[in-house]
């Protein structure tokens, strides 16, 4: 699958397609001059699927999930996050991480990219470093004994940073 997403396009996009009426509640009456916006799409072929991004503006980094599928987990590989040359594309690097991850978040300031997972945990992963710094879990598995089926008892409210073990 190529990726053909240009760090802070969406932003770009997003900004030159402001109403102009928007501006005109705290300024007065405007006249419209949007010009359309320039962009360059850049495309890199990086895995088989990816989802799920983030761009580290300090590091021009893109940040991507590369998930496996069930022959892939059958040979034992692992999802990955993969770091992504903010301007090229180009593959720098990629982490296996514990379980599949869905939905990013990243801490700039604290050079952490959270990773919600399926497994009820976040990942915290280390954008300097490239390491996972651990797996929290968010809700406690309890298993039915006559159905056999797990169930999530509790839910964990997190604050600050988690730091390398």
């Known amino acids: 699958m190529k990726l053909t ?5 969406l932003a770009v996009l997003m ?3 402001l109403p102009a009426a928007w501006a005109a509640e705290t300024t007065g009456p405007v006249q419209a001059t ?3 916006a320039s962009v360059k799409v850049t495309e890199q072929a990086v895995a088989k699927a990816v989802y799920e991004l983030a761009y580290s503006p300090s590091q021009n980094e893109v940040f991507v999930m590369a998930p496996v599928f069930k022959t892939d987990l059958e040979s034992g590989k692992k999802p990955q996050v993969v770091r992504l040359n903010g301007d090229t594309l180009k593959i720098e690097g990629a982490t296996d991480l514990p379980s599949a991850g869905f939905g990013t978040v990243l801490d700039e300031a604290n050079h ?3 990773v919600g997972t399926h497994n ?3 990942i915290a992963y ?3 470093t490239n390491k996972v710094k651990g797996e929290i879990p968010l809700a406690g598995k309890e298993t039915d004994k006559k159905t056999g089926k797990t169930n999530y008892i509790w839910m964990r409210k997190i ?3 988690i730091s390398p073990a």
Request: charged share 15%; hydrophobic share 25%; glycine share 4%.
């Open 112 to 114: 952490t990219l959270y």
């Open 126 to 128: 280390d954008t300097e």
């Open 120 to 122: 009820s945990t976040v």
């Open 15 to 17: 900004a030159c397609t």
């Open 34 to 36: 949007q010009q359309p």
């Open 5 to 9: 997403v240009k760090p802070l396009v």
């Open 159 to 161: 604050s600050g940073c």
